[in-house]
């Protein structure tokens, strides 16, 4: 079965950079035709897809986050990571990562950790 795992701090001060990471198991991230996505949840902004990296390695980024994300993977570890740069108190929600056949559809999903952005 497949698993997702976030794992990071949860606690980032302000223009810091956030990193986290997203371990898989029960399927290589290298394979499959499938995309592993970040997706943010917050009171505020609801539930926001922020990027995904395809099995190719292909990376694609929500607009309004672009400047300020990174998405990359280790094959080895078969883990893919998210960095956010720069990041404010609007940045604190809960962090998932999901995988689906296509940037918009999730099979499945991490059970997501809480990042708080605060001094």
């Known amino acids: 079965q497949v698993q997702l795992q976030e794992s990071g701090p949860g606690l980032v001060k302000p223009s810091q950079t956030l990193s986290l990471a997203c371990t898989v198991s029960g399927s290589s991230i290298a394979s499959g035709y499938y995309h592993y996505s970040w997706i943010r949840q917050s009171p505020e902004k609801g539930l926001e897809w922020m990027g995904a990296i395809s099995y190719g390695g292909v990376t694609y980024y929500s607009p309004s986050l672009k400047s300020r994300t990174t998405i990359s993977r280790d094959t080895f570890k078969n883990q893919f990571t998210l960095q956010l740069e720069s990041v404010t108190p609007e940045d604190t929600a809960v962090y998932y990562c999901?995988?689906?056949?296509?940037?918009?559809?999730?099979?499945?999903w991490g059970q997501g950790i809480q990042v708080t952005v605060s001094s």
């Open positions: 999901a995988r689906g056949e296509s940037i918009w559809t999730y099979e499945f």
